[in-house]
């Protein structure tokens, strides 16, 4: 017999492969029986086809989407014919926000990188849908758009980012004016005890090591150059409705502290977890209720552990800057920086830049990207669209494919 009071709620999940995706799956598995989920939809680009079959086969979502239609096939030969039978696929450009309306969630976690995670966002927040945010380019890209159908519409937003799910619950509930500061925390990535001058050297396998997350590689390489830092800065200006006078950014080793706020009246509250993002994440599948599952239990005193934080040195991350400048532009620019970081990131994964020409890369597209006409005689940038900042988008990436480092 079922206990009272369980809440099913039907779930979709993109970017079911990657480390948010396998992770909420993971959550699902291992919920206390007061919450239910039945997956209805699954998304991913379709590069893992044995995870996203073998999730199929546990979960029967009902719909899958896949970017890219040639690795349909692929994922069709692993499924066995009951799943084939019981599976409808979607396919190409619209494929992510056909899923979300078709299997028909009351809740979606988008777990996509990128800034392809925007469309379904938007899909889902105006259809009434609630979303648990991870994909932080959604914001980054579209904040005033995902504000805009966050107005117009019922759904609730809720990130999953630790430092902004750390806010989110920090600040229930508190009017503006008693907040006088929000401070994310930063682990300050790989990198972050290398001498100045190695920096610009480091190779990919130096970078991917995060000291104490493990992540996909897009974001594994921002936490090195604290562009994911700057990325969630904006995130959290639209989350949060605050002006960036109003946040700040400490490094913090330990990754224990995720969020903190400074009160008006100089009392501080602050946000403690192991990290691990599971806690973020069963917190947006359970809110506004919360699991009474412990996922990673916190040892007070177990460990030992000496909680240090320490000013943001500028010169070891010169990334930063640009980006979050990009952000207080506003317009299209954070589109702009955050493109030129996906595909300098994904050059430098290739090994065709160096570490140290990630910043200059984003610099040279911004710049590019004031001096086009695109920038000047554009629409007024709190009346941009979506085709207007996906053109934006485009722009930039073409342009950064294009960059040659200086000889
Ligand atoms: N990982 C973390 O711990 C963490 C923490 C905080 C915030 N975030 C944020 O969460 C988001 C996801 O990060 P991640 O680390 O989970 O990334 P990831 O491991 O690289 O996973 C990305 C997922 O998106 C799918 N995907 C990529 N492009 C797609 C497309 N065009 N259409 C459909 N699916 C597509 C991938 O499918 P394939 O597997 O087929 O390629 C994969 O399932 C990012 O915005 C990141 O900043 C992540």
Redesign the pocket.
């Known amino acids: 017999m079922k206990p009272t009071g369980v809440k099913r709620r039907r779930l979709c999940v993109?970017?079911?492969?990657?480390?948010?995706?396998t992770?909420t799956l993971d959550v699902v598995r291992a919920l206390d029986a007061r919450f239910e989920f039945e997956v209805v939809g699954l998304?991913?680009?379709?590069?893992?086809p044995d995870?996203?079959a073998r999730q199929i086969e546990e979960f029967r979502p009902g719909w899958v989407?896949?970017?890219r239609p040639d690795a349909l096939q692929a994922l069709q030969e692993r499924l066995s014919p009951n799943a084939l039978k019981a599976t409808r696929f979607l396919v190409g450009d619209d494929?992510?926000e056909q899923l979300v309306a078709e299997s028909e969630p009351d809740l979606v976690v988008n777990?996509?990188?990128?800034a392809?995670?925007l469309r379904p966002t938007l899909a889902a927040l105006e259809r009434g849908i609630d979303v648990g945010l991870?994909?932080?380019?959604s914001l980054v890209v579209g904040g005033p758009l995902v504000r805009r159908a966050l107005e117009r519409g019922s759904a609730k937003l809720i990130p999953?980012?630790?430092e902004h799910s750390a806010l989110f619950q920090l600040l229930q509930g508190r009017p503006s004016v008693e907040v006088a500061r929000v401070v994310l925390t930063a682990s300050g990535g790989a990198l972050r005890d290398w001498p100045l001058e190695r920096i610009p050297k480091a190779r990919p396998e130096d970078v991917l090591r995060h000291p104490t997350?493990?992540?996909?590689?897009?974001?594994t390489v921002?936490s090195a150059t604290l562009v994911?830092k700057a990325?969630e800065m904006i995130e959290a200006h639209w989350l949060f409705e605050l002006p960036y006078e109003r946040l700040d950014v400490v490094i913090h080793p330990q990754s224990v502290v995720h969020g903190l706020v400074e009160l008006g009246d100089g009392s501080w509250l602050a946000h403690l977890s192991e990290p691990d993002?599971r806690i973020p994440i069963q917190y947006a599948l359970t809110y506004p209720e919360r699991a009474a599952r412990r996922l990673a239990p916190f040892d007070l005193t177990g460990t030992p552990i000496a909680l240090e934080f320490r000013p943001l040195e500028r010169a070891r991350y010169p990334a930063f800057g640009l980006v979050v400048e990009a952000g207080r532009r506003g317009g299209a620019y954070p589109a702009v920086a955050n493109a030129a970081d996906e595909v300098a990131v994904e050059r430098f994964l290739r090994r065709e830049i160096a570490f140290g020409d990630i910043p200059r890369l984003i610099e040279a597209v911004l710049a590019a990207y004031e001096s086009a006409s695109l920038a000047s005689s554009g629409t007024p940038p709190d009346q941009l669209d979506l085709e207007d900042v996906l053109e934006a988008d485009r722009w930039a990436r073409a342009r950064a494919r294009l960059w040659k480092p200086p000889s």
């Open positions: 993109l970017g079911s492969t990657g480390s948010i995706g992770q998304a991913a680009s379709g590069r893992r995870e996203l989407a896949l970017a494929a992510l777990g996509l990188v990128g392809v995670g991870a994909n932080k380019e999953i980012d630790s997350w493990r992540m996909g590689p897009r974001i921002d994911n990325l993002m």
